[in-house]
């Protein structure tokens, strides 16, 4: 049975609509009226709606926590390299290799070092004995406007009453957060202190050489050659202390000539008995001590070649690899007169050293 699309027009009361039609089959039911033809939209369940409202909020969750963690990955990824290169920065150019293990970049707990957080800091110490000359020497460091020694600290017994305690010192001291007059903390280019053998130091010393290969700290030895003349200081010293010249105050360094003929006045007697003895010990502990710590970076300086040649200096400087400068220091030596005239017993004292191997420190006058 075939069947041909025909357009039909039928009017009603309402109006007339023009709708295609196949003619044929049925054919009085292709005339419809305009109120007749209503589409109506198939009823949805309500928990499709709610299932593709949640998807799609799903899908859109995902993507705002996708784009969030990008920026937070971009973000995390800038701060890294932001600290990389801060890091790669603080390691001076032009720097020989085997120098570069001797940089320091600390992180001081109790200040910041501000814009001088990149500057390299190098660690020393300065190994003595008493009246050697190494209060003078460390104020003419100390003159030096990137050097920072911070004195004799272990003369306080409980900073060397054991291992622990002195190693405790040695990192507070090395990471600037040890405060004194002389401190130059936010940009010292050389941090260190004084001190003496009998401070805890040779007993300790194993310890201690471990420390300064591993922490790359720099020792410089300073020592007299003229023990005879270090005794007399000692002696001197000593009786000073319990004296107290200068106006019932005990002054081991003065800064004016007045303070120094002062102290100069007293002329000990020396125990001749003793003389050699001590003389050796003294001897003996300062070339055990360079012998303990030649494995160590250390320079050897005694004080009269520093006072009859002042470019002694510059060589502290350079073994500080510190840029140079006149050091200056406000000391002034309190026994200039020769030997003859600082010991009450001049004439047992030459007699008992003539023809021994300290005869020289008889005749060393001119030198200090």
């Not at 220091?329 to 001049?346: D, F, Y």
Request: proline share 3%; aromatic share 10%.
């Amino acid at each position: 049975m075939g069947l041909s699309l025909k357009w039909k027009t039928r009017k009603s009361a309402s109006s007339s609509i023009f709708i295609p039609c196949f003619s044929g089959l049925m054919e009085d039911l292709c005339f419809l009226t305009k109120d007749s033809l209503v589409i109506k939209t198939p009823k949805k369940s309500p928990l499709t709606l709610r299932m593709v409202v949640l998807a799609f909020a799903a899908v859109c969750g995902v993507y705002i926590c996708s784009i969030c963690l990008e920026q937070i990955s971009t973000q995390t990824k800038a701060k890294f390299i932001g600290i990389e290169v801060l890091n790669q920065s603080c390691h001076s150019s032009g720097v020989e290799e085997l120098e570069i293990p001797y940089l320091h970049y600390p992180k001081p707990k109790t200040f910041s070092r501000k814009e001088c957080v990149c500057n390299p800091v190098r660690f020393f110490a300065i190994l003595s004995v008493q009246r050697s000359g190494s209060g003078w020497f460390e104020t003419l460091l100390n003159s030096h406007i990137n050097v920072s020694s911070n004195g004799e600290i272990f003369s306080v017994r409980d900073r060397r009453s054991n291992v622990s305690s002195i190693l405790k010192t040695m990192d507070k001291v090395y990471n600037l957060d040890w405060f004194t007059s002389a401190s130059k903390n936010e940009c010292s280019a050389a941090i260190g202190f004084k001190w003496m053998l009998n401070q805890g130091l040779m007993e300790n010393h194993k310890e201690i050489v471990d420390y300064f290969k591993e922490r790359k700290v720099s020792a410089i030895f300073l020592f007299r050659r003229n023990l005879l003349r270090r005794m007399i200081s000692v002696i001197a010293n000593s009786y000073d202390k319990d004296a107290k010249l200068l106006n019932g105050t005990h002054k081991s360094h003065v800064h004016s000539l007045v303070e120094a003929r002062i102290l100069a006045k007293y002329k000990p007697k020396l125990n001749d008995t003793l003389l050699i003895p001590e003389l050796k010990q003294t001897e003996d502990t300062a070339a055990k001590a360079i012998e303990y710590f030649k494995s160590t970076r250390h320079i050897v300086l005694y004080y009269e070649d520093i006072v009859n040649n002042r470019t002694k200096l510059k060589d502290v400087q350079e073994f500080l690899r510190l840029p140079y400068r006149d050091l200056q220091s406000r000391q002034v030596r309190i026994h200039t007169a020769p030997l003859s005239k600082q010991v009450e017993n001049w004439d047992d004292v030459e007699k008992k050293l003539t023809g021994t191997l300290y005869e020289s420190f008889l005749h060393q006058d001119q030198q200090v």
